[in-house]
């Protein structure tokens, strides 16, 4: 599976490194789009990627037919330009979290996706890992009894950054860190939500710093989470039932799980070796893509199918109106 990059970021550079050790299962780094030729070579040079085409634009990268799949690493701001263009150009495509500044622009590029049968990815990595599926399953053995609540939080201090808290790039704690604390909620407490009740304290720009949410579910299940831009958390998850608690060492990449009982330790499970954690997403795309061309019909991954993207864009929609908190391209 041949992967382009539209974006030269950070967040690429952990993506290249991901791609750069899954040679040997048939996945290669093989193009870079920059709004320049000279930043794109520099990406690539930079990240040891010596057999990757360097592109000086986003549209050159979109038109080249040898790539099975593109993925997006812009700001929040631009996914559902670039997103768009490339699904346009018939390719194949995963975009980083948050997948569009709004549920609207995820609709209208999902309708693409499917109407031209291509595969349309979220990259929020917490979705496609093993301790995901083990949390699910640890959940559904019963052992810590009925689930009555969770709490989760996670923050960085990473507000010198410009794309945290420009207006202009979507920037704000809910779309970079408030997605991961929502998608724990929905993946531990599924998606038959009652209420939901949030705060935020906004930055000078009119972004938001930190955000606070309480979702409520029905049966009476409860989840409380925070997300800040300007505080290193503990990025800690507790799930309380009525005979014991699950503890997830650092939600953004789980650690470790345990599973308390009457004080003792029940059950732990310790995440497998990983070579960044973003491996996961490009092994679902990956399978999706190999389907499609097999003749399948599904072009979605399944653990981050098309229906829980625009939940979680509904979801955070509302949290912005509430807080007063809108986008200059919106």
């Known amino acids: 599976m041949n992967v382009g990059f539209i974006g030269t970021g950070w967040i690429a550079e952990r993506m290249a490194k991901t791609l750069l050790a899954m040679e040997d299962e048939g996945i290669f780094l093989a193009a870079v ?3 320049s030729l000279e930043k794109a ?7 040891n990627a010596k057999n990757a085409k360097a ?3 986003y549209e050159e990268l979109a038109a080249d037919g040898s790539l099975d799949l593109i993925y997006i690493a812009t700001p929040h701001s631009h996914h559902f330009e670039h997103a768009k263009l490339c699904l346009e150009a018939g390719r194949n495509v995963l975009v980083e979290k948050a997948f569009t500044v709004n549920a609207g622009q995820a609709r209208e590029l999902i309708k693409i996706a499917q109407e031209k049968k291509l595969l349309l990815a979220e990259a929020i990595w917490t979705r496609y890992m093993p301790s995901r599926f083990a949390l699910e399953k640890i959940l559904a053995s019963g052992i810590i009894g009925e689930v009555q609540s969770l709490e989760c939080n996670l923050g960085y201090n990473n507000i010198h950054m410009e794309r ?3 207006p202009a790039l979507a920037g704000g ?5 408030g997605v991961y604390v929502i998608n724990f909620a929905l993946m531990c407490f599924g998606t ?3 209420s939901i009740v949030s705060s935020a304290d906004l930055y000078h720009t009119g972004t938001d710093l930190h955000n ?3 979702v409520n579910f029905k049966g009476g299940r409860r989840a409380e989470l925070y997300a800040s ?13 009525d005979g014991g608690y699950i503890e997830v060492e650092n939600i953004n990449n789980p650690e470790w799980l345990r599973a308390h009982v009457n004080g003792a330790n029940k059950v732990q499970f310790d995440v497998p070796a990983q070579i960044t954690g973003l491996e996961y997403q490009i092994l679902s795309c990956k399978r999706v893509i190999e389907n499609i061309a097999a003749g399948g019909s599904s072009a979605e991954c399944p653990e981050m199918p098309h229906t829980e993207i625009i939940r979680v864009m509904e979801i955070m929609d509302g949290l912005r109106k509430n807080w007063g908190v809108k986008y200059p391209m919106e």
């Open 33 to 35: 789009g920059s709004r």
């Open 41 to 47: 070579r520099e990406f690539i040079e930079n990240n």
């Open 55 to 57: 592109y000086g634009s």
């Open 164 to 166: 945290m808290y420009e």
């Open 173 to 177: 704690a809910l779309l970079d860190l």
């Open 192 to 194: 038959d939500i009652e």
């Open 212 to 214: 606070r949410i309480t």
């Open 229 to 241: 831009l300007d505080e290193n958390t503990d990025r800690k998850g507790i799930i309380r039932g």
